[in-house]
């Protein structure tokens, strides 16, 4: 028998940057705040010794734990989908901060295209051209967004410089850009003598010491090329747990409960009253009665908590009705690597967000008439650190293993570049998530669904956009070349992106979204749902400094709820 | 050649004795009368000492080189026989088992990893498309059983002699054959097999001597990584090529 708890203004289920930031600014105002973390409490002092690649890098240790819940997956409708049994494509995260703390730092603004992106692909190429797609605007634009973003900006200390076709900011940077390596800049000797415009990548990692909004101080970045996957343990990345929880917590207002899992949003079909959670540890469940409850955990658990808990309208592919689970979009991420016999670089040397970025080919930088997709994505050469078992680059030939496998990555572990990119994604209508029919979590709840895979439009754009890397690739002088593999069908095994979005998008109208532009629930008025679940496509950038934004933009609702009611847009 | 080498080399000869004399292939050992899982610790006249056990270059006893899954030294020579092809000794250095790739490998089976506690086991179980990922009743330390006796078996089947006594080539030939999935195995593909085998090794090579393998930071000398560095803050925009001796996590706590 579940123990009900006292009540609370507002509850928050998963305590990441979404969930820490609302816990922060909620809590400033006075309101009373439960955040619900499944996950255990960890910071600074718990990465003590973490410069363990296998630990880390390879064993997943501050992964979600796939043996208590998982997702399933399945190419296409007709197929049978079976459980993500191991990690692999992405890295769900778990525990204080989320993936917030081990993440890489790449922090970005969405582009002004990527909020209106129908009517102004409509407006400029004719409806023609987004055929097969479901895309739509996001009900808010980018000038409507920009404070917010700049908000995001200095609480996690992001260090840049404006570039030319990058979004319009209204401020500067809060820190100068990370350092000039001999890579980026032989990355943007090459992009300029192609006529694009280079930059150095917005970094969450501090490029100075550094004090935010919230009075965290944050450590300058040493470059010690544990970061993606790592916590950590000098406080120089821009993490929830350094820059926003203390805060939340100092305002006394704040109570995180950790271990807490919550299986169920309590409701009347009209409002939420609670939720109901498990205690991981004892098992013992308890019932948090609350006027606001808060979804701020990952895109898979904040579509699979409304669905398990019957909170809005399930989204149906045949008919395209309803709105949850919908327009699930991933990344598409064309690449070249190249091979440079004669020089050796530091390429064991860096930090998770170092590197230089253009942005030609993204959005609807360069023109689109005569090419057969849309949107394109953000071009970077990322000096994160290569690491000895993760990093085994070798030109395409080289057998899988044995004497010339061994030969080659050696070799060329300190000889290898990669271009990266932040390719965009679309969303179509047999792309989506719902609830699995036959396995479950270890609390006996269904699992998420996952239905996904590469479209057509996908492939145009990473052929084009392979090109275009290759071709910098080769400005850069490499002895030779890999070349680009095909984009089939997409596979859950290699890992890609940990960007995935969708499944409780925004939108103007409640017809096609399932959250208005403060992310609240259209059906259900207190409920607010956060993240890159939020998103209607995926733009052609890393998504945090997106989820920044609307989190900032999303407690601004809440407050705002709080004092009036009703639905705010 | 340095006493480092001397003392590699010494573990090489003990380690071919073992092979060579038969010990393993035949079933001398068999009997339980010496215990030893591989002869690893042994002498010529096969007696376990610990003066005579392996050392990591500084004079002490390196406790790691020790069976914590395996029971059985007819396996363990298999899979020696396996990562060494994998991971070979040449031109450019250390092999697996210099590397002591088998005991990471051994110590990874006997724990989270080889058993798969920390990811999703429940059934039903179906074998899947190329795209839905592993997808085997069997955990890791199982798969291994499974995959190292059908090494022994076909390689029985195809040239009459145990996978460990057989040529480079030859093995080549089998393991290559199980890669490409043209092997039955029960419960699991033997590309899966094929697949964790050397994932395993290369992790054997580069994981953090405090694992049992990458023996010495022999793996990361290789490949000119320095290990746990605290910080490159001073060297990051260095024009040259930077060499740095590496470090392991035991510098955390010595």
């Not at chain 1, 703390?101 to 190429?125: A, C, M």
């Not at chain 1, 327009?327 to 598409?332: D, K, L, S």
């Not at chain 2, 195995?185 to 697949?195: E, K, P, Q």
Request: glycine fraction near 12%; charge should be negative; aromatic fraction near 12%.
């Amino acid at each position: 028998m579940a123990k009900t708890l006292p009540k609370t203004d507002a509850v928050i289920v998963g305590v990441g940057w979404a969930g820490g930031i609302i816990a922060a600014e909620l809590g400033k105002q006075g309101l009373k705040v439960v955040g619900l973390e499944r996950g255990k409490e960890r910071g600074v002092k718990d990465y003590y010794v973490v410069h363990d690649e296998l630990r880390y890098g390879i064993r997943y240790e501050l992964m979600q734990d796939l043996s208590k819940e998982t997702i399933t997956f399945r190419n296409h409708g007709k197929e049978r989908a079976l459980p993500m049994r191991q990690l692999g494509s992405f890295l769900l995260g778990e525990g204080l901060g989320g993936s917030g703390v081990h993440w890489n730092g790449h922090t970005f603004r969405f582009l002004p295209y990527d909020f209106e992106i129908k009517s102004q692909t409509v407006k400029k190429y004719g409806e023609s051209k987004i055929k097969g797609l479901q895309i739509q605007d996001w009900g808010i634009t980018y000038d409507e967004l920009e404070p917010y973003f700049y908000e995001f900006e200095k609480d996690a200390g992001i260090g840049g410089e404006e570039g030319e076709l990058g979004p319009k900011r209204a401020d500067p940077f809060p820190n100068p850009p990370m350092k000039e390596t001999p890579i980026t800049a032989r990355f943007k000797k090459a992009a300029k003598s192609l006529g694009m415009k280079p930059y150095q990548m917005p970094s969450g990692n501090m490029s100075e010491a550094y004090e935010n909004q919230y009075g965290a101080k944050l450590a300058p970045c040493q470059y010690c090329a544990f970061c993606e996957r790592f916590g950590c343990e000098y406080g120089a990345k821009a993490d929830p747990t350094v820059a926003v929880i203390p805060f939340a917590k100092e305002t006394g207002n704040v109570d995180i409960r950790n271990f807490a899992n919550v299986t169920e949003i309590i409701h009347d079909g009209k409002k939420a009253t609670g939720v109901r959670y498990v205690d991981v540890q004892t098992k013992e469940e308890f019932i948090q009665p609350a006027e606001m409850v808060i979804l701020t955990s990952y895109v898979m658990n904040n579509t699979r908590l409304l669905l398990t808990s019957k909170l809005g309208r399930p989204y149906n592919p045949d008919t395209g009705t309803g709105v949850i689970g919908k327009n699930y979009c991933y990344q598409i991420l064309p690449g070249s690597a190249g091979f440079f016999d004669e020089e050796q670089f530091n390429t064991f040397m860096g930090a998770g967000a170092l590197g230089a970025t253009v942005d030609d080919y993204n959005g609807d930088n360069f023109d689109h008439s005569d090419l057969d997709f849309i949107h394109g994505g953000s071009i970077s050469i990322n000096q994160s650190g290569y690491r000895p078992i993760q990093y085994n680059m070798v030109p395409a030939d080289t057998p899988k293993w044995g004497s010339k496998f061994k030969e080659n990555s050696i070799k060329y572990f300190t000889r290898a570049l990669s271009i990266g990119t932040q390719g965009a994604s679309m969303p179509v209508k047999h792309n989506f998530m719902d609830l699995d029919p036959s396995y479950k979590d270890a609390y006996g709840l269904p699992l998420l669904r996952l239905t996904y895979d590469f479209t057509e439009q996908d492939k145009n754009l990473y052929n084009y956009i392979g090109k275009i890397t290759g071709n910098i690739m080769k400005e850069m002088g490499p002895s030779k070349i890999n070349d680009r593999q095909q984009l089939e069908h997409y596979d859950i095994v290699p890992y890609q992106t940990t960007h995935n979005t969708g499944g409780v998008i925004m939108g103007a109208e409640p017809e096609t979204s399932a959250v208005n532009n403060y992310l609240q629930m259209w059906d259900a008025e207190n409920v607010f749902v956060v993240g890159a679940s939020a998103f209607p496509h995926n733009g052609g950038y890393n998504p945090t400094g997106t989820v920044g934004a609307l989190a900032y933009r999303a407690a601004e609702g809440i407050i705002k709820y709080s004092k009036e009611g009703g639905l705010l847009a | 050649m340095s006493e480092h080498e001397q003392k590699q080399e010494s573990t090489m000869s003990r380690r071919r004795f073992i092979r060579n004399s038969g010990l393993v292939a035949g079933g001398l050992v068999g009997g339980g009368i010496l215990g030893g899982l591989i002869g690893a610790n042994m002498n010529k006249d096969g007696t376990a000492t610990e003066e005579n056990a392996h050392t990591n270059g500084h004079d002490q006893v390196t406790y790691q080189q020790s069976p914590l899954y395996f029971t059985n030294p007819e396996t363990f020579g298999i899979l020696q026989a396996a990562v060494e092809r994998i991971y070979p000794k040449d031109e450019n250095g250390p092999g697996a088992n210099d590397l002591d790739v088998p005991f990471f490998i051994d110590h990874q089976l006997a724990g989270s990893w080889g058993n798969n506690t920390r990811e999703y086991m429940q059934g039903p179980f179906f074998p899947g498309s190329n795209f839905q990922g592993y997808q085997s009743p069997l955990k890791r330390h199982e798969v291994f059983d499974v995959g190292l006796a059908a090494l022994q078996t076909y390689s029985n089947e195809k040239f009459k002699k145990p996978f460990a006594e057989l040529e480079g080539e030859q093995q080549d030939e089998i393991l290559t054959a199980f890669e490409e999935d043209k092997v039955k195995l029960r419960g699991v593909t033997s590309r899966t097999f094929f697949n964790i085998l050397r994932a395993a090794t290369i992790e054997g090579v580069y994981a953090d001597p405090a694992y049992a393998g990458n023996k010495n930071m022999e793996g990361w000398k290789m490949k000119d990584f320095p290990g746990h560095q605290m910080s490159y803050i001073n060297q990051i925009e260095s024009e040259k090529f930077v060499k740095i001796k590496p470090n392991s996590l035991h510098s955390y706590t010595k």
